[in-house]
C-alpha cells in the first residue's frame, strides 16, 4: 500500500483507533473488532507489549489493513515499525527526526503537537497531519476551530479527550481524522472480549464522522 493509499484511507474512515493495552493478545482482539465494524486502520502504541511483533502478525495476517505504530520515540523504533510493515508513524508530541525519517521513507506520519507554534513547526518539518494532543484539555472543538482559522492548509487530528458527545463537533470544527482510546475499545470489553459492543461503538463514532461531514456540506450549500 503506497502513501497515498495510506493518506487517502484515513481521511475516507476519520478515525485512527490507538491500541494501548496491557496484553498483546488484547491489541490483536481489539484490531479484529474495529475492522469487522467497518475500520480498517489500527495503531498500535509502543506501549504495548511486544508491540513491533504484533504490527508485524497484523501487518501479514490483514494485507488490507492499514497498521500503524505510535508512540514512536526514537528512529531506531520507526525503523524496526516500518520494516515489519507499519504503514504509519505517529508519537504524542513532535520528534523531528521520526517525522524527517518518515518523510525520506516515504511514510505516512502525524507528530503530536498542542500550541500553534508547535503545530507549525510539525508541519514544516514535513507532517503529513498534526495530531493535536491533547484536545480536551485545552477547549476540544473550539480549539481545533480556532487553530483551523489562521491554519486552513494544515490537516488536524483532533486526539486526547474525543469521546460520543464530542466527535461530531470535532469533525464540523475541521478534524480531518480523530484518534480515538478507550472510547472505541473500552477495558472492560476486551477483557470480556465483548465484540458486540466493541463493534456499535465503531459503527457509532463512524456514523458520527459522516454526520459531522454532512453538517460541513450543508453550510457549504453542497
Known sequence: MTKA???ARIEAI?????????KPNHAHFAAEMVVKAGIPIVEITMTVPHAIDV??????????LVVGAGTVLD????LRCVDVGAKFLTSPGLVTEVVEFAVKNDITVFPGALTPTEVIRAWKTGA????VFPCAPVGGATYIKSLKVPLPQIQLIASGGVNQTTATGFIVAGSTALGLGAELIPHQALELHQEDRIQELA????GMVKEGRAQIARANGI
Open 75 to 78: 528512529v531506531e523504533t520507526a
Open 128 to 131: 503529513d497531519y498534526v495530531k
Open 55 to 64: 504490527i508485524a502478525q497484523l501487518a501479514k495476517s490483514h494485507p488490507d
Open 5 to 7: 493509499e495510506v493518506k
Open 203 to 206: 459503527r457509532r463514532f463512524l
Open 14 to 22: 476519520g478515525i485512527i483507533p490507538g491500541v494501548r493495552v496491557s
